[in-house]
């Protein structure tokens, strides 16, 4: 049995998601191989030879592999695909865009955002907005996975010395080109990684109020900040803070609730986190029987003096 797992990374760093993608794979007990596909990318393979319990990492290095578009990571994890029983990739949207174009062009069925590893062929995944596990058996020959990074503990970065291998690229397609990319700069903690987050809700009322109660408290604690969809929608902030179903899914040590009612679809995005705190003027709030400190008040007093006492 040998697992190969995309590397999700910048060209230049790893990112962190693949280590938890790891630690899925490792659960399943055969050889790993790490794909590396990217552009001047030597550096993400170095870093991922480092981690511990990597048999090979294959390092497909060429211009078109540069912006990580998701036809031509596919064309060339083709060119390997059928050397192995199951291919990883994290649930993020880089693994969530090349994962089904593979599994689709190996005729087989994707197993999504698993949770758990029951056996080799068996794995656990949430269904109705994470309220029901649904335990999936695949009769396929290569299983094409990807992974809930919140689901499993990363893997150590270090104590591997694994060889990488360098692999041809498959050609550039001309179907597809790149374009441009706008990315947010965040000058606080990314949200699927941080330790802390701050996520605001309806409750707060407006763009400025978000940003002038919750900065603050932010900064205090060093956390990520994270918004409801209703926040989103409402034009506090920008669709990459939301947290839940279709926003992003958060495990961090601790995250505060502030003027969240805690609709399923919003519990479904922070039900691994660590320690839920929240604050809600409503004591009937949903989100209060998931808490695991509630407090009961006004959040344009409650946190001021969180802040001040902090
Ligand atoms: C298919 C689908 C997918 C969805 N995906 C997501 C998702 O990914 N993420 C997500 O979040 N939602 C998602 N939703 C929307 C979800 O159903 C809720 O509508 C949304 O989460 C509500 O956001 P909210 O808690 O901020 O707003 P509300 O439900 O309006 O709650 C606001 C809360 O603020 C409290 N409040 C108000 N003023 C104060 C105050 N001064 N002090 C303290 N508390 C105060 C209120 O008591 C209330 O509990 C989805 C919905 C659907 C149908």
Redo the contacts with the bound molecule.
């Keep these: 049995m040998t697992i190969l797992v995309i590397a999700e990374h910048d060209n230049v760093t790893l990112k962190a998601v693949t280590l938890n993608t790891l630690s899925a794979a490792q659960k399943l007990d055969g050889e790993i191989h790490v794909l590396v596909a990217g552009y001047n990318a030597r550096s993400v393979a170095d870093t991922a030879a480092n981690v511990a319990g990597i048999a090979k990492v294959l390092l497909a290095d060429a211009p078109q592999l540069g912006k990580g578009l998701a036809e031509n990571v596919e064309a060339t994890v083709l060119l390997v695909a059928k050397k192995y029983t199951h291919i990883m990739l994290p649930a993020t949207a880089y693994g969530r865009n090349i994962a089904p174009r593979i599994a689709a062009k190996l005729d087989v069925a994707q197993l999504s955002e698993i949770i758990a590893v029951v056996s080799i062929d068996t794995f656990d995944r949430l269904i109705y ?1 994470g309220h029901v596990i649904a335990t999936v058996q695949s009769a396929d020959l290569i299983k094409v996975i990807t992974v809930r990074a919140a689901a499993f503990d990363p893997v150590a970065a270090d104590g591997g010395n694994a060889p990488v291998q360098t692999i041809n690229a498959a050609p550039a397609l001309s179907s597809v080109s790149f374009i441009k990319r706008e990315l947010t700069k965040l000058e606080r903690p990314e949200l699927t990684s941080a330790k802390i987050i701050v996520s ?6 407006s763009r400025e109020h978000y940003e002038k109660i919750l900065g603050p408290l932010a900064d205090k604690l060093g956390a990520a900040l994270g ?8 034009g506090y902030v920008s669709n990459d803070y ?7 899914i958060v495990a961090p040590q601790l995250y505060i ?10 519990l ?2 922070i039900k691994d986190s660590k320690i839920i705190v929240a ?4 004591p009937e ?3 209060y029987n998931i808490a695991d400190y509630s407090l ?7 946190i001021p003096e969180l802040i001040n006492a902090l």
């Design positions: 907005g605001g809700g309806r409750g707060l009322g918004a409801s969809r209703a926040a989103v929608d409402a939301q947290v839940g179903q279709t926003g992003k609730a502030i003027g969240i009612s805690g609709a399923i679809q919003h479904a995005g604050i809600n003027h409503d709030a949903p989100i009961v008040g006004d959040l344009f007093i409650l």
